[in-house]
Antibody
Framework: QVQLVQSGVEVKKPGASVKVSCKAS????????ISWVRQAPGQGLEWMGW????????NYAQKLQGRVTMTTDTSTSTAYMDLRSLRSDDTAVYYC??????????????WGQGTLVTVSS | DIVMTQSPDSLAVSLGERATINCKSS????????????LAWYQQKPGQPPKLLIY???TRESGVPDRFSGSGSGTDFTLTISSLQAEDVAVYYC?????????FGQGTKVEIK
């Protein structure tokens, strides 16, 4: 069965960086893409960006350009999301979600369990 | 960006009754040549990730109970729960994937009356 398993809780200080991992199993990793979606406490869903596990192409949300980098390691079927210069309003649960390998905009049929990132001094 | 607006923000429905959630997009999400609406619905329960219910506006994801149905076209869409069950208490989101970035509605909280 398809599973996306994310890394654990992170607590960071403002200005620091965080790297969240998302290990995929149960399907051929390189035939899909991975999007990252975050959810601030009590808030809705915000798409952060996408990476194709097929060719490494990326597409990032405009508001995060320059602060976010998404990568994959096809040898371990793992996607990573690196967010730099953290601010308090980056506090959220971060989800990886499976999408299309060629199109950043697609519905998401499988989601990771979420990783809580807390940014606090 | 395409703005998705859901209504109502919350609703309370008696067990066994119908629940209806509306979603409106700021521009059409219908891909005319493919005759497909690029619209999905998700269910999110507390402490859980979202779960895909409906895609292409009306196609039910495998394993989703048939009391969930999606309808609409262009800019106006509806998610209907035909007979509300206790396990349907959740927040529901619509999402467009016609244009990048994909965008979500603000969510509709469904509770038991």
């Amino acid at each position: 069965q398809v599973q996306l398993v994310q890394s654990g809780v992170e607590v960071k200080k403002p200005g620091a960086s965080v790297k969240v991992s998302c290990k995929a199993s149960g399907y051929t990793f390189t035939t899909y893409g991975i999007s990252w979606v975050r959810q601030a406490p009590g808030q809705g869903l915000e798409w952060m960006g996408w990476i194709s596990a097929y060719n490494g192409n990326t597409n990032y949300a405009q508001k995060l350009q320059g602060r976010v980098t998404m990568t994959t390691d096809t040898s371990t079927s793992t996607a990573y999301m690196d967010l730099r210069s953290l601010r308090s309003d980056d506090t959220a649960v971060y989800y990886c979600a499976r999408g299309d390998y060629g199109d950043p905009s697609r519905y998401f049929d499988y989601w990771g369990q979420g990783t809580l990132v807390t940014v606090s001094s | 960006d395409i703005v998705m607006t859901q209504s109502p923000d919350s609703l309370a429905v008696s067990l066994g009754e119908r629940a209806t959630i509306n979603c409106k997009s700021s521009q059409s999400v219908l891909y005319s040549s493919k005759k497909k609406n690029y619209l999905a619905w998700y269910q999110q329960k507390p402490g859980q990730p979202p779960k895909l219910l409906i895609y292409w506006a009306s196609t039910r994801e495998s394993g989703v109970p048939d009391r969930f149905s999606g309808s609409g076209s262009g800019t106006d869409f509806t998610l209907t729960i035909s007979s509300l069950q206790a396990e349907d208490v959740a927040v529901y989101y619509c999402q467009q994937y016609h244009r990048t970035p994909p965008t979500f509605g603000q969510g509709t909280k469904v509770e038991i009356k």
